[in-house]
T-cell receptor
Framework: EPEVTQTPSHQVTQMGQEVILRCVPI?????FYWYRQILGQKVEFLVS????????KSEIFDDQFSVERPDGSNFTLKIRSTKLEDSAMYFC??????????????FGQGTRLTVV | AQTVTQSQPEMSVQEAETVTLSCTYD???????LFWYKQPPSRQMILVIR??????QNATENRFSVNFQKAAKSFSLKISDSQLGDTAMYFC?????????????FGKGTKLTVNP
């Protein structure tokens, strides 16, 4: 069964360093998303991406964050200068169509980011 | 802004019995979707069931069913004949269908343990 793949599963980085989280969405999907989950808290929306541009972003997604689809298969989240509070589980998701139209978002297994 | 509240941080049930997980939400919108996602220890979030707000009939998927009370803004999940594999975090989520928003708004989750 097709699945969303995220790498790495766990990343440790020093405060102030740049980090890139990688995702390979399901191949025929057109919509891509990043969510994050700080330990013990709710899953929060970061950004959605369609047709090579951001379609929606939350207030969490400030100038330190960026997303890119550098080729036909990868979807990346970059954090330019990591802070301690960026430590969280980051989930990538993709969907074939707009989520509401009888389709669903498929989530990856997540990347646990630890900023030290 | 929409909010989703899950008032039960943890629940447990005996195998083969029935359990109901609560979810309430707050929105001024009329056209939206509600979801229940399951997150097993493997961390990957899986869609369990979906409800469209304009449909009065409660959604069902095998052993999973919802009790959708639109006026009360309540969306509970009933799991019948609980199985050990149902042990997971369960997240209730909301998505506004109007305005082209793609984001899911999640509750904090309920940790369900199915005991043998």
């Amino acid at each position: 069964e097709p699945e969303v793949t995220q790498t790495p599963s766990h990343q440790v980085t020093q405060m102030g360093q740049e980090v890139i989280l990688r995702c390979v969405p399901i191949s025929n999907h057109l919509y891509f998303y990043w969510y994050r989950q700080i330990l013990g808290q709710k899953v929060e929306f970061l950004v959605s991406f369609y047709n090579n541009e951001i379609s929606e972003k939350s207030e969490i997604f400030d100038d330190q964050f960026s997303v890119e689809r550098p080729d036909g298969s990868n979807f990346t989240l970059k954090i330019r200068s990591t802070k301690l509070e960026d430590s969280a589980m980051y989930f990538c998701a993709s969907s074939e169509l707009t989520q509401g139209a009888n389709t669903e978002a498929f989530f990856g297994q997540g990347t646990r980011l630890t900023v030290v | 802004a929409q909010t989703v509240t899950q008032s039960q941080p943890e629940m447990s049930v005996q195998e083969a019995e029935t359990v109901t997980l609560s979810c309430t939400y707050d929105t001024s919108e009329n056209n939206y979707y509600l979801f229940w996602y399951k997150q097993p220890p493997s961390r990957q979030m899986i869609l369990v069931i979906r409800q469209e707000a304009y449909k009065q009939q409660n959604a069902t998927e095998n052993r999973f069913s919802v009790n959708f009370q639109k006026a009360a803004k309540s969306f509970s999940l009933k799991i019948s004949d609980s199985q050990l594999g149902d042990t997971a975090m369960y997240f209730c989520a909301f998505m506004n269908r109007e305005g082209g928003s793609e984001k899911l708004v999640f509750g904090k989750g309920t940790k369900l343990t199915v005991n043998p």
